[in-house]
């Protein structure tokens, strides 16, 4: 499964990320970056007087693979 990481600077200059999933692997960079900037317009996240998402840095998507060991959920004990 893939997730859509996107990656914004503080109105302070601290790194935030908004991670998302079930999200369509197709995206072109336009949208993203239209989506994000749309995202950071809003101030919807402050904290303390800080807008955690003011300012889009960078966008990717992350893939992560599970490689089972052992799986005893159904061992009956």
Not at 4 to 29: A, P, R, V
Request: hydrophobic letters at 40%.
């Amino acid at each position: 499964m893939k997730q859509l990481d996107m990656e914004f600077l503080s109105s302070t200059g601290k790194i935030q990320h908004i991670k998302f999933k079930y999200i369509s692997e197709s995206l072109k960079e336009a949208e993203v970056r239209q989506a994000m900037n749309e995202l950071a317009g809003l101030n919807l996240f402050v904290k303390k007087d800080e807008v955690l998402y003011a300012k889009p840095q960078a966008a990717k998507y992350i893939e992560t693979i599970r490689e089972p060991i052992f799986d005893d959920k159904d061992v009956k004990a």
